[in-house]
C-alpha cells in the first residue's frame, strides 16, 4: 500500500426490504399510458367513449404515476447510518437517525416518517417488511418500529410470499 492509499474498511453488513413485486408499477403503467393514447384521439374525433370519460382516465393515470413511480418506494435499504429508499424513477437518501416510526396507509402499503422530512412510503405487501423493522429496530434502538396491525396482517395474506420474502441481508 502506498502512503497516498487509504485503507478501506472491512467488510460491513447491509440490510433492507425489497418488494419482490416491484415491476408491477411500471408494467401497470405502461399498459394505462397505451390505453390513454389510444382512447384521446378515438374520443376527439368520434365522440365515443366521452371527452368527460377521457379526460378523468388521462387524470387518473398522472395521478397514479406520480404516486407509484415517485413517491411510493419498492426498496429501502440501510448501509450503516444511511437509509436508501428507491421508487421507479427516483432515489432518496436520509440519516437513520432521522427515521422516527413506522405507520400504514392501507394493506401493503406503509411509511417510515422522517423528522422534517416527507415520510418514505413503502409497498410492502410480504413477510419480509416485518422482518426488516425488527432489523431496523436493532440499528436504531432509540426509535421504535412496531409493526402496525396491517404489516402483520399483509405478512400472512394469502400469497403474499410467493415472489420471494423481500428482507434481505448481505455483506458489502
Do not use: C, K
Not at 453488513?13 to 408494467?27: D, E, K, Q, S
Amino acid at each position: 500500500m502506498s502512503v497516498n492509499e487509504t485503507p478501506s474498511p472491512g467488510p460491513r453488513w447491509v440490510f433492507g426490504y425489497r418488494n419482490p413485486m416491484w415491476w408491477i408499477a411500471p408494467f401497470n403503467m405502461t399498459i394505462l399510458v397505451v390505453v390513454a393514447v389510444a382512447l384521446l384521439p378515438v374520443s376527439l374525433v368520434g365522440g365515443e367513449p366521452p371527452i368527460g370519460f377521457t379526460l378523468f382516465w388521462v387524470g387518473a393515470v398522472a395521478w397514479n404515476a406520480y404516486w407509484f413511480l415517485f413517491r411510493i418506494g419498492y426498496q429501502v435499504e440501510v448501509d450503516g447510518q444511511v437509509v436508501t429508499w428507491r421508487t421507479p424513477l427516483r432515489r432518496r437518501t436520509a440519516d437513520l437517525n432521522r427515521l422516527t416510526g413506522v405507520g400504514s396507509l392501507w394493506m401493503g402499503f406503509s411509511r417510515l416518517t422522517v423528522d422534517g422530512e416527507r415520510s418514505l412510503f413503502m409497498m410492502t405487501l410480504g413477510p419480509g417488511w416485518v422482518t426488516f423493522l425488527q432489523a431496523l429496530a436493532q440499528a436504531h434502538p432509540t426509535a421504535t418500529f412496531p409493526p402496525t396491525a396491517l404489516d402483520r396482517l399483509g405478512a400472512r395474506w394469502p400469497g403474499a410470499g410467493w415472489f420471494g420474502p423481500g428482507y434481505y441481508r448481505r455483506l458489502v
